[in-house]
């Protein structure tokens, strides 16, 4: 049982250049999220998603788009990388169902700095 | 919106001492969780503690306990028996609803523990 899954752990892009932060689960979970760690800022969210074909905009969702095709699988894609966004990316999951506490599981972080 | 507030930036406490890190947090719901995660230098994502605002009582977990005053909005960490381990950074987050995997966090407090 992997858990959640972030890939790359590291990056370094150009200014303007795309790329995409993926996230895989193998829970079979619905909820998924994903969120960035600034300085002093503590984890804001990106973007979340409750099942596959449905996603919503979270706190701060200018320049990233995602998209959830199947349950497992929720990347996060940057369209023209700013160095604004050089952040740590965590992504999360969690069951819809209650009970137990809903534990919400995260990923170990994708570290991403834009030059 | 729910905001969580995190008035400390960072704490230290003498080994094996007792120390308390202070969250509060605003909300007009009445169904939500309240999370202390851990964040050792590996930024892993670790939780310490839930607590369901339903309940009255506060959770414990070993040497980690919450007090949580409902009408204060106030949801305050004790760690007992510090231990060199305990040496991380300590997030307070909420989340709306027993199930979804979005939460709202505080800035986060560094600890630093003395031998």
């Known amino acids: 049982n992997a858990g959640v899954t972030q890939t790359p752990k590291f990056q370094v892009l150009k200014t303007g250049q795309s790329m995409t932060l993926q996230c895989a689960q193998d829970m079979n979970h619905e909820y998924m999220s994903w969120y960035r760690q600034d300085p002093g800022m503590g984890l804001r969210l990106i973007h979340y998603?409750?099942?596959?074909?449905?996603?919503d905009q979270g706190e701060v969702p200018n320049g990233y788009n995602v998209s959830r095709s199947t349950t497992e699988d929720f990347p996060l894609r940057l369209l023209s990388a700013a160095p604004s966004q050089t952040s740590v990316y965590f992504c999360a999951s969690s069951y819809s169902r209650q009970g137990a506490g809903n534990t919400i599981y995260f990923g170990e972080g994708s570290w991403l700095t834009v030059v | 919106a729910q905001t969580v507030t995190q008035s400390q930036p960072e704490m230290s406490v003498q080994e094996a001492e007792t120390v308390t890190l202070s969250c509060t947090y605003d909300t007009s719901e009445s169904d939500y969780y309240l999370f202390w995660y851990k964040q050792p230098p590996s930024r892993q994502m670790i939780l310490v503690i839930r607590q369901e605002a339903y309940k009255q009582q506060n959770a414990t977990e070993n040497r980690f306990s919450v007090n949580f005053q409902k009408a204060a909005k106030s949801f305050s960490l004790k760690i007992s028996d510090s231990q060199l381990g305990d040496a991380a950074m300590y997030f307070c987050?909420?989340?709306?609803?027993?199930?979804?995997?979005?939460?709202?966090f505080g800035k986060g407090i560094t600890l630093s523990v003395r031998p």
């Open positions: 987050a909420y989340r709306r609803g027993r199930a979804n995997s979005k939460l709202t």
């Open positions: 998603s409750v099942g596959a074909g449905i996603t």
